[in-house]
């Protein structure tokens, strides 16, 4: 079993759509939990970090940790065909050692 | 402060050739993290360096080594390349905040 698991999509949404993407982890030990958004032929840059339960908001985005269920999502509200890149959720362990889910490409069309 | 900047963007090699990645990292930053990046596998850790000692190894083989300097610069080798090796390799840096901010990558073909 891999250690975080991820939806490859593709998803593809109108422009204005609620976008939910989402991870699921196996070790409750994890401490950390990211997402980043790569762009075609770029490096991830990181969108949100946060290490506990409950909900981050950050302008459109919002990062919601459920560690009971060890299950993360990403939430963006009012897409922009910007925010067309691949998604990936990144988790810590104590250890400092990251673990990448396999990312979710998303397209939102004008 | 600058990013993490990776050189060279773009390489071309053939099979048995050996080839030498280079990545500054974040200033202040000495934390130094290689990943393997592919349309198949996705992102894959390759090793870690910390204040020019290596901190953790994924799986992948003696083929692939690292280094970090003291100025926290870091340079990856792979030797007797394969096809298999293609892809896009990036380099991470942390500030020890539990967060990793990556280069641009440097997209390695080949042949």
């Known amino acids: 079993q891999k250690e975080v698991e991820q939806d490859p999509g593709p998803l593809s949404v109108p422009e204005g759509a609620i976008v939910s993407l989402n991870c699921t982890y196996s070790n409750s030990a994890f401490q950390y939990f990211m997402w980043y958004r790569q762009y075609s032929r770029k490096g991830p840059e990181l969108l949100m970090y946060?290490?506990?339960?409950g909900n981050k908001e950050d302008g459109r985005f919002t990062a919601q940790v459920d560690k009971s269920s060890k299950y993360i999502s990403l939430f963006i509200r009012d897409s922009q065909p910007s925010d067309s890149a691949t998604y990936l959720c990144a988790i810590v362990n104590n250890f400092n050692k990251f673990y990448f889910g396999s990312g979710t490409k998303l397209n939102v069309k004008p | 402060k600058a990013g993490v900047t990776q050189t060279p963007r773009y390489l071309i090699k053939t099979r048995g050739q050996q080839v030498t990645l280079s990545c500054s990292p974040i200033?202040?930053?000495?934390?130094v993290s290689w990943y393997q990046q592919t349309p198949g596998q996705g992102l894959q850790f390759l090793f870690e360096y910390f204040s020019e000692t290596q901190r953790n190894k994924g799986n992948f083989p003696g083929r692939f080594s690292g280094r970090q300097f003291s100025n926290s610069r870091s340079e990856m080798n792979v030797s007797t390349l394969e096809l298999g090796d293609s892809a896009l390799y990036l380099c991470a840096s942390s500030g020890g905040e539990d967060t990793q901010y990556f280069g641009p990558g440097t997209r390695l073909t080949v042949l």
């Open positions: 200033s202040g930053h000495r934390s």
């Open positions: 946060t290490y506990s339960s």
